[in-house]
C-alpha cells in the first residue's frame, strides 16, 4: 500500500502503513502517530498490508487471523485443507485463500508443513511474499513438490 496524501486548506496529512503523518500549514508543526500496523509483529503488519490491498482493488468478502481493525467478515471460515489460512476473501464467487509469510520464515520445516497442509484444501490458494522474496518463494514451492497447487503473490 503506498502513500496516501490527503490536503486540506489548512492541513496536510500523509499516510502510510505504519504512520499517519499530520503538517499544520498554519505553523509548519508536524504530529506523527504510529498506525495500528506498528503495533503487529512483521507477519501481522504484512497481513494487515495485504487485506488493506485486497480492500483498495474492490475484495468485500474477506477475513483475516488476528485483524481486528478493519471492517471483516468472521463468518467466512479460514479453515482450508488441514491447516487454517491466513486470508479468505471472495470475489466474483470465487473463494481464494493467502498464506502470508515473511522472507525469514520462508523455507521453514514449519513453513513447508503448514503449506502442505493448507494444499489440500484449495484450488484456489496463494503464497503472499515480499516482491523481494518471490523468486526463492517459487523454488521452494518447486522443491516441495507444491508450485502446481500454490500460486506466489509478490507483496509489497
Given at each position: 500500500m503506498e502513500a496516501k496524501i490527503q490536503e486540506t486548506s489548512d492541513h496536510i496529512q500523509i499516510s502510510t502503513p505504519l504512520y499517519q503523518i499530520l503538517i499544520k500549514k498554519s505553523d509548519w508543526s508536524l504530529y506523527?502517530?504510529?498506525s495500528q500496523a506498528s503495533k503487529y509483529s512483521?507477519?501481522?503488519?504484512?497481513?494487515?498490508?495485504?487485506?488493506?490491498?485486497?480492500?483498495?482493488?474492490?475484495a468485500r468478502e474477506i477475513n483475516a487471523d488476528g485483524i481486528t481493525e478493519l471492517p471483516l467478515n468472521g463468518n467466512l471460515s479460514l479453515a482450508c485443507?488441514?491447516?487454517?489460512?491466513?486470508?479468505?476473501y471472495i470475489q466474483d464467487g470465487v473463494t481464494y485463500f493467502i498464506e502470508v509469510e515473511t522472507a525469514d520464515r520462508l523455507g521453514r520445516q514449519q513453513t513447508t508443513e503448514q503449506l502442505g497442509k493448507l494444499a489440500s484444501g484449495?484450488?484456489?490458494?496463494?503464497?503472499?511474499?515480499?516482491?523481494?522474496?518471490?523468486?526463492?518463494?517459487?523454488?521452494?514451492?518447486?522443491?516441495?513438490?507444491l508450485n502446481r497447487r500454490i500460486q506466489v503473490l509478490p507483496i509489497e
Open positions: 506523527l502517530k504510529a512483521k507477519h501481522q503488519a504484512a497481513v494487515l498490508r495485504l487485506v488493506e490491498q485486497l480492500i483498495d482493488h474492490g485443507g488441514q491447516g487454517r489460512a491466513d486470508v479468505v484449495s484450488e484456489n490458494l496463494f503464497l503472499a511474499v515480499p516482491i523481494a522474496a518471490a523468486a526463492e518463494a517459487g523454488r521452494i514451492l518447486r522443491l516441495i513438490g
